[in-house]
């Protein structure tokens, strides 16, 4: 125990001896000579140590506000009216010379209105109320709503009679009249062992609390007595700043191919549609091009193709084929077409590139890239308009499908998904085409995770100049995080709610 009342801080040792004759914190804080914020944090730690029990009341109280103090002197304006009123008929000009308020106008006329008791009429262009028979019984008595305010305040909601509560519904719908607040009340109870520690004494000055320069250029620390720290006490939870989730998980996926030997691609989120999608063969009379799938740029509208030799060998591809032994769409190339900018739609827009200069950097190659694309896709729980992209592409001479599911096996089951599958498909730029697929651990089905394949003649002999077998994939990375978050909706990856940021794990399976 004795080491226990060492370790108090100077705040605690004030408090302490107060908590049983001033439980409640107010009361605490004017007996010890302490701010609120000082007691409130000494009691806080004299309960990490069980020397006192906190106990939290929270009270809704009824306070009036500015014209509800207003009111309680002079009257609710209506009352005023009714005053007024009950000498005869009165034109809204003559009430405002008699000391009603302008903009006391529209309350008087909405609240008589509503009990019925005047009658409105139009004399001389302005409004005159006259007092029917309703409105005289009004008079006789006064309303609830005045008998309300004429109560002392502060008022527990909780002792409210059903009148009082009808009164203050109605008050609460009008402006600055009634304010319902809550109230906090803290209070203290000394424990056992709170109890055995002040019988056997505290020392009023303590430890000293903190070693300073002063201390050790002169020495003086060596006579000191050194409060103790507890580090076991707890202590509140500090939230320091992290990279975003998402940002951890993008990390964590780069990694995988990293290890597996792959080199990153990077390039800009701005492509010409030659590049995003003429280049992989995608017609240009394809339905993913229009407006419902597409973003494309108003400013500037078109982009610039440098690479003359491969515009020609694109357009013969599309036209009949060109050298790679196929019949191409068999339609004339559009320039305008292919010259229009686009956010992109994928990531494999890099691969394109990427084999276009793979003969200069070497084969075999591995490269992959994940960036972020853009689609006019409609909103929902699998599906965004602005999403990443988990891209890659190997050039060998010997890589075959086999290759292909293995590493997409070897990615995903370090994502954490160790069933996987692949479904045949189809894409314009991939034969065959393969559609992955994982078991959710949570929906307990088998889901789609993106599109694989390998690269047509058309792709690869076009860019590269020779038929060379490229695997490629394309991966949708929110689709594969969420379930390692607990998320159903891929929506909710993107809410920035700050709870979710801070209790959000880190990515390591």
Do not use: C
């Amino acid at each position: 125990m004795r080491n226990l009342g060492e370790s108090l801080h100077a705040l605690e040792r004030k408090t302490l001896p107060l908590v049983e004759k001033h439980p409640e914190l107010h009361d605490l804080a004017a007996a010890s000579k302490l701010q609120e914020v000082e007691t409130m944090r000494a009691l806080q730690w004299l309960s990490n140590k069980k020397l006192v029990t906190l106990h939290e009341e929270k009270e809704e109280l009824v306070t009036l506000d500015t014209n509800g103090r207003r009111y309680k002197e002079q009257g609710l304006p209506e009352r005023r009216a009714l005053e007024l009123l009950k000498d005869g008929s009165k034109s809204v000009p003559a009430l405002t010379e008699a000391g009603i308020a302008p903009e006391e106008i529209d309350i008087i006329i909405g609240s008589l209105k509503k009990k019925a008791a005047i009658d409105i009429s139009k004399e001389d262009n302005h409004l005159t109320l006259t007092l029917n028979g309703t409105g005289k019984k009004l008079l006789e008595k006064p309303s609830l709503e005045e008998l309300f305010l004429q109560q002392e305040f502060p008022i527990p909601t909780k002792q409210l009679k059903p009148e009082e509560l009808f009164a203050l519904t109605s008050l609460k719908t009008r402006k600055n009249i009634i304010k319902v607040e809550t109230k906090k009340t803290v209070r203290a109870t000394i424990t056992k062992a709170g109890a055995a520690l002040l019988r056997e004494g505290i020392d009023a000055e303590g430890g000293v609390d903190r070693l300073t320069p002063r201390m050790l250029e002169t020495g003086s620390w060596k006579k000191k007595r050194f409060r103790p720290y507890d580090v076991s006490i707890n202590v509140p939870r500090i939230n320091r700043g992290r990279q975003h989730f998402i940002n951890e998980a993008t990390q964590y996926a780069k990694r995988i191919w990293l290890d597996m030997g792959f080199k990153e691609m990077t390039g800009t989120h701005v492509q010409t549609a030659f590049w995003d999608l003429d280049a992989l063969f995608v017609p240009q009379d394809h339905p993913a091009r229009e407006m419902q799938d597409t973003y494309y740029l108003k400013h500037p509208m078109k982009g610039k193709v440098t690479d003359k030799e491969a515009w020609e060998r694109v357009k013969a591809a599309h036209e009949h084929g060109g050298d790679t032994g196929s019949k191409g769409w068999r339609t004339p190339f559009d320039e305008e077409v292919a010259l229009r900018n686009v956010l992109r739609t994928h990531t494999t827009v890099l691969s394109a590139r990427t084999l276009r200069t793979v003969k200069e950097t070497g084969i075999p190659a591995k490269h992959f890239v994940i960036g972020k694309v853009y689609r006019n896709e409609s909103l929902d729980w699998k599906h965004l308009f602005e999403f990443h992209q988990v891209d890659g592409i190997v050039i060998d001479p010997n890589a075959n499908l086999r290759h292909l599911k293995g590493y997409l096996e070897e990615f995903y089951k370090k994502m954490g998904f160790p069933k996987v599958r692949m479904r045949p498909g189809h894409f314009p730029y991939t034969e065959p085409s393969v559609e992955p697929e994982v078991w959710h651990p949570a929906k307990k089905e088998w889901v789609e995770m993106g599109g694989a394949g390998i690269f047509r003649p058309e792709v690869t002999k076009t860019l590269i100049g020779e038929e060379i077998p490229v695997l490629a994939w394309g991966l949708g990375l929110e689709r594969i995080i969420a379930p390692h978050y607990g998320i159903t909706d891929i929506r909710e990856l993107y809410q920035n709610d700050l709870k979710q940021l801070r209790r959000m794990k880190n990515f390591i399976k």
